[in-house]
């Protein structure tokens, strides 16, 4: 468990954005006007928005320095160039394809590579690389181990792929069937868990010998970096920096929402060696992205990233994040709430079968506990549970994933101490009067990623 004191933030604040209070009885109505979905609740009206890390960090002086001097250009763009060359620098790949965010990345590399009836291993797939291989009539298969779904034991690198499981699965498909294997780093949708350098190797071989390219959802690249160093033996003395170059020497590739560890508000990538590939995935951006150098970004959003993915690796930058983290989790836990353990690299996520026991699964705990948490505090936190993941299965009846999982995501260098305690503190109060919270019935959805645009009620 991290020590309770925080590392002093390593920046300081030039610009500030007021925050907005609301009463409870407000709350209550915008709640109700949202069909008690906190995606469809005005931001202003949220006093600490934990909703996502992606895309909400706090850019530096450097990078908006950055965005004055972007190249808009069409093509060309001097921009471009300097953003792959910051790619190139930690990733190690020869070509850089920007897109304009991380689904993005997704949707043009398996709506290039992917066909009808094929299988994706990962370690647990996030929603959105869930949702692109299914709209193609793939199927995305996770293959985490089984640490990846005990909430309690205190293990280094619960986001480890069980190996095991991925050499049976490829026995058993055919690797024509398998276009490609991912490793999500940090598993988000699995507790934020990192994944070891030692797993990344075992992954890469089982590839190699199949021949299947290996390609890292790498949107938290740098705090996994951190874990390896701070976790796994014979890394404490490297850079953070040099341990994600080793980490990309294992893979084919990655995709990136830059939304995360390259600290900007929009961007992504795709980086790959193959230039074939490359060239496929090239044709199908300019059809839905835009052009080569520049991908569905501006010139300035590129210049942002090169300079963001700089300042991510810096080692004081690194250890305060994950520690400001870990601190939210300690208050937590000190006050009985149910957590993931460890406490992960981007959030901390509440377990929301065990925070509302009286609440069964098809009542949605955790989605309750997002709007209890809403109306109680305006904090507002993320479902990772039933809603995002259940599926019905061939029977009609719904399957529920392993985890039913709320999610505090912090967004990276956004908010100071006294936000988290005020979110601790809501949480605690909660926590003693959570026979109070009631369960959920959904009234309108979406056939993909429902959770973005349902409508609930309470029951
Ligand atoms: C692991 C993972 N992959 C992919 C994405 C998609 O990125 P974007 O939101 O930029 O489309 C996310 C976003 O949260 C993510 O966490």
Same mark, same amino acid.
């Given at each position: 468990?991290?020590?309770?004191?925080?590392?002093?933030?390593?920046?300081?604040?030039?610009?500030?954005?007021?925050?907005?209070?609301?009463?409870?009885?407000?709350?209550?109505?915008?709640?109700?006007?949202?069909?008690?979905?906190?995606?469809?609740?005005?931001?202003?009206?949220?006093?600490?928005?934990?909703?996502?890390?992606?895309?909400?960090?706090?850019?530096?002086?450097?990078?908006?320095?950055?965005?004055?001097?972007?190249?808009?250009?069409?093509?060309?763009?001097?921009?471009?160039?300097?953003?792959?060359?910051?790619?190139?620098?930690?990733?190690?790949? %020869?070509?850089?394809?920007?897109?304009?965010?991380? @689904?993005? !990345? /997704?949707?043009?590399? $398996?709506?290039?590579?992917?066909? &009808? +009836?094929?299988?994706?291993?990962?370690?647990?797939?996030?929603?959105?690389?869930?949702?692109?291989?299914?709209?193609?009539?793939?199927?995305?298969?996770?293959?985490?181990?089984?640490?990846?779904?005990?909430?309690?034991?205190?293990?280094?690198?619960?986001?480890?792929?069980?190996?095991?499981?991925?050499?049976?699965?490829?026995?058993?498909?055919?690797?024509?069937?398998?276009?490609?294997?991912?490793?999500?780093?940090?598993?988000?949708?699995?507790?934020?868990?990192?994944?070891?350098?030692?797993?990344?190797?075992?992954?890469?071989?089982?590839?190699?010998?199949? %021949?299947?390219?290996?390609?890292?959802?790498?949107? @938290?690249? !740098? /705090?996994?970096?951190? $874990?390896?160093?701070?976790?796994? &033996? +014979?890394?404490?003395?490297?850079?953070?920096?040099?341990?994600?170059?080793?980490?990309?020497?294992?893979?084919?590739?990655?995709?990136?929402?830059?939304?995360?560890?390259?600290?900007?508000?929009?961007?992504?990538?795709?980086?790959?060696?193959?230039?074939?590939?490359?060239?496929?995935?090239?044709?199908?951006?300019?059809?839905?992205?835009?052009?080569?150098?520049?991908?569905?970004?501006?010139?300035?959003?590129?210049?942002?990233?090169?300079?963001?993915?700089?300042?991510?690796?810096?080692?004081?930058?690194?250890?305060?994040?994950?520690?400001?983290?870990?601190?939210?989790?300690?208050?937590?836990?000190?006050?009985?709430?149910?957590?993931?353990?460890?406490?992960?690299?981007?959030?901390?996520?509440?377990?929301?079968?065990?925070?509302?026991?009286?609440?069964?699964?098809?009542?949605?705990?955790?989605?309750?506990?997002?709007?209890?948490?809403?109306?109680?505090?305006?904090?507002?936190?993320?479902?990772?549970?039933?809603?995002?993941?259940?599926?019905?299965?061939?029977?009609?009846?719904?399957?529920?994933?392993?985890?039913?999982?709320?999610?505090?995501?912090?967004?990276?260098?956004?908010?100071?101490?006294?936000?988290?305690?005020?979110?601790?503190?809501?949480?605690?109060?909660?926590?003693?009067?959570?026979?109070?919270?009631?369960?959920?019935?959904?009234?309108?959805?979406?056939?993909?990623?429902?959770?973005?645009?349902?409508?609930?009620?309470?029951?």
């Amino acid at each position: 468990m991290a020590p309770r004191t925080m590392p002093v933030e390593p920046y300081r604040i030039k610009v500030v954005e007021a925050i907005h209070k609301t009463t409870r009885r407000e709350r209550e109505s915008i709640l109700r006007r949202a069909g008690y979905n906190v995606f469809n609740i005005l931001a202003e009206k949220v006093t600490i928005d934990l909703l996502t890390d992606s895309g909400t960090s706090a850019m530096s002086d450097n990078q908006w320095a950055g965005m004055m001097v972007g190249d808009e250009s069409y093509a060309g763009a001097r921009s471009f160039y300097t953003m792959e060359r910051s790619v190139r620098n930690i990733f190690g790949f %020869k070509h850089v394809i920007p897109t304009h965010q991380g @689904r993005a !990345a /997704e949707r043009v590399l $398996f709506g290039t590579i992917l066909k &009808k +009836g094929d299988f994706v291993p990962n370690n647990i797939h996030f929603d959105t690389t869930r949702g692109n291989i299914e709209f193609i009539g793939a199927e995305a298969v996770d293959l985490a181990g089984r640490a990846a779904y005990d909430c309690r034991s205190i293990l280094p690198f619960k986001g480890d792929m069980d190996t095991g499981k991925l050499e049976e699965f490829i026995r058993d498909k055919g690797r024509n069937k398998i276009p490609l294997v991912m490793l999500t780093i940090t598993n988000n949708s699995g507790g934020g868990q990192p994944v070891s350098l030692a797993n990344i190797r075992r992954v890469s071989r089982i590839c190699r010998a199949h %021949k299947i390219p290996f390609f890292f959802d790498a949107c @938290r690249f !740098a /705090e996994n970096a951190y $874990f390896i160093k701070h976790r796994e &033996k +014979g890394y404490s003395r490297k850079s953070a920096l040099a341990i994600a170059r080793k980490v990309f020497s294992y893979a084919d590739g990655a995709t990136m929402s830059a939304k995360k560890d390259a600290l900007v508000n929009i961007g992504g990538f795709i980086t790959l060696n193959d230039d074939a590939l490359a060239e496929r995935l090239k044709n199908l951006l300019i059809i839905s992205e835009g052009f080569p150098t520049y991908g569905g970004l501006a010139g300035r959003d590129l210049e942002a990233i090169a300079r963001g993915l700089e300042e991510v690796l810096d080692e004081d930058y690194l250890e305060h994040r994950i520690r400001q983290v870990a601190y939210l989790g300690d208050l937590l836990d000190e006050a009985g709430v149910p957590i993931f353990k460890p406490v992960g690299g981007h959030a901390v996520y509440l377990l929301a079968d065990e925070f509302l026991p009286h609440i069964p699964r098809h009542r949605y705990p955790g989605w309750a506990l997002t709007v209890a948490l809403y109306r109680e505090s305006g904090v507002r936190a993320v479902e990772i549970g039933g809603v995002m993941f259940g599926r019905k299965g061939e029977d009609g009846k719904e399957r529920f994933p392993e985890l039913e999982l709320v999610r505090l995501a912090i967004p990276r260098r956004l908010y100071t101490v006294s936000h988290l305690n005020y979110v601790a503190e809501a949480l605690a109060h909660l926590y003693k009067n959570r026979n109070k919270v009631r369960g959920m019935k959904i009234v309108h959805q979406a056939p993909q990623l429902r959770h973005f645009t349902v409508r609930m009620k309470e029951v």
